[in-house]
């Protein structure tokens, strides 16, 4: 499967960028109630802040801008949206119906610490090539 190798930067990129479109959609769901209304209004101002979070760093990550504490961020605000919204029913994601934001928790500490990586704007301002925190991806393992 070494064929596949050459295939990491640009899989990695489109992870980064999907999860983050997909986290700035709930965004943008909570704030403009698009593309169908927000299921549980009024909004709180926990709600509001978690809103925030996900339309700013939810657009961060997807240009791949201040990637790194834009994802670090979101992997936080995903860790207290399970434990807020999920956990206090039961520990298991199966059981209370979070799944969704238990991924977007890992998904974001992950990409916390591999930071933007090539295609983003970090990569093209020279933030982004120093600890990437990503196997390297030459076929000997160097």
């Known amino acids: 499967m070494k064929f596949l190798y050459r295939f990491g930067e640009p899989a990695y990129a489109l992870v980064r960028v999907m999860s983050g479109l997909m986290f700035l959609a709930h965004g943008v769901q909570k704030y403009f109630n698009f593309p169908t209304d927000y299921p549980y209004p ?12 996900e339309l700013v760093a939810g657009s961060l990550i997807v240009l791949g801008l ?13 860790a207290v949206g399970y434990w807020y919204g999920h ?10 119906g979070g799944e969704t934001i238990a991924l977007y928790c890992f998904i974001f500490l992950y990409i916390s610490t591999a930071g933007g990586r090539r295609f983003s704007i970090d990569a093209m301002i020279g933030r982004s090539s120093k600890g990437s925190g990503l196997p390297s991806t030459s076929i000997g393992g160097a």
């Open 42 to 53: 009024p909004l709180n101002p926990l709600l509001y802040s978690a809103g925030a979070i």
């Open 66 to 78: 201040f990637t790194r504490p834009a994802a670090f961020l979101a992997s936080g605000m995903a």
């Open 87 to 96: 956990g206090l029913n039961s520990f298991s994601p199966i059981v209370n």
